[in-house]
């Protein structure tokens, strides 16, 4: 009986802490619309608004970048935050396929109510496996 007790209370205790039910806020990979190396650069040409949004670390981030991305390392994520105020897309990306910094962030902006959110999962790997060119160095974005 204490066995069955225990986790009980931790789960009604963990809920009561959060505020809102905890299956009301989930979001999956199911729930991300990808988008290819291709379809970026058609979007970034094409629709005004558009922002590339890099959630890796700041010291990634400066080590090679995006052309016009700016930097909001992942756990810095937040409803209203000014910097992502003017976006009408946003464009999440980070490392490359293997890297969970990309899924990760389009589904925190997606769970703190941003629309027009896509994972370009490819990230900086696939950009430049296409033969794209990046940013080295730079103010990291604040």
């Known amino acids: 009986m204490q066995r069955l007790a225990a986790p009980l209370l931790l789960t009604l ?7 809102c039910a905890w299956w009301e806020t989930r979001t999956s990979d199911q729930d991300l ?14 629709k005004e608004g558009t922002l590339l949004l890099d959630v890796r670390p700041a010291e990634q981030y400066a ?23 003017h976006a009408k897309q946003i464009v999440v990306y980070a490392g490359g396929e293997e890297d969970f910094y990309s899924p990760a962030g389009a589904k ?17 790997e696939e950009w430049v496996a296409e033969g794209n060119a990046t940013v080295k160095g730079g103010a990291v974005e604040e």
């Open 13 to 19: 205790a963990l809920a009561a802490l959060g505020g």
């Open 33 to 46: 619309l990808l988008l290819t190396t291709k379809q970026v650069k058609q979007m970034l040409a094409e």
């Open 63 to 85: 080590a090679e970048h995006l052309p016009g991305a700016i930097n909001i390392h992942l756990p810095e994520l937040v409803s209203d935050d000014p910097r992502l105020a």
């Open 108 to 124: 925190t902006l997606l769970r703190e109510s941003y629309s027009n959110v896509y994972d370009y999962r490819g990230g900086i």
